[in-house]
């Protein structure tokens, strides 16, 4: 066994800032013919290799609870509303906010961090609250003996100013 000790330029700016230096690392190892078809086995230790690894860890941990949590909602919504169009129009306000919102953490931010990939599923759950409220408002509307139209018209009227304030407030936070 031999080691070498390297020290890396890192590059704050980045999410992953030992990236272009692990990448380094390995392009040399094969460019000096390190590789295990000639017998050798190249690793990488220490505390930014690890970090490097945890944050690898963490980012895909984010993209699964994200996904993981559209699902329940969506499984939670249809249990609520059980309509295909309100469903499909919850799914759809929710993917198209959680789209525009990493759109605008991005622009403002420049790149998503750890805290940041955590956020998908907090934004998924405090966001659909507002389709269900108005899903469960149309739907008593509906019961109460209103046509399609005037029971969203009537939701929109008794519940709009409500969910624009939460929306705001949420929006802010």
Not at 2 to 18: C, G, S, T, Y
Not at 26 to 39: D, M, W
Not at 144 to 157: F, I, V
């Amino acid at each position: 066994r031999q080691f070498i000790v390297v020290q890396p330029v890192l590059n704050p700016e980045l999410m992953r800032p030992a990236t272009a230096a692990i990448e380094a690392v390995a392009s040399e190892a094969a460019a000096l013919g390190f590789s295990e078809e000639n017998g050798y086995r190249v690793r990488l230790t220490g505390e930014i290799a690890l970090l490097h690894d945890d944050v690898n860890a963490i980012l895909s941990a984010g993209v699964q609870s994200t996904l993981l949590s559209f699902v329940l909602v969506a499984g939670m919504v249809w249990y609520a509303l059980r309509s295909g169009r309100l469903i499909l129009a919850i799914l759809v306000t929710l993917t198209v906010g959680l789209i525009l919102t990493t759109a605008f953490a991005l622009f403002a931010v420049g790149e998503l961090d750890i805290i940041t990939m955590a956020f998908g599923a907090l934004m998924i759950g405090l966001s659909v609250d507002f389709g269900i409220h108005f899903g469960m408002a149309y739907w008593e509307e509906i019961d109460a003996g209103r046509q399609h139209s005037g029971a969203l018209a009537a939701t929109g009227e008794r519940l709009g100013l409500a969910l624009l304030l939460c929306a705001a407030t949420t929006a802010i936070g």
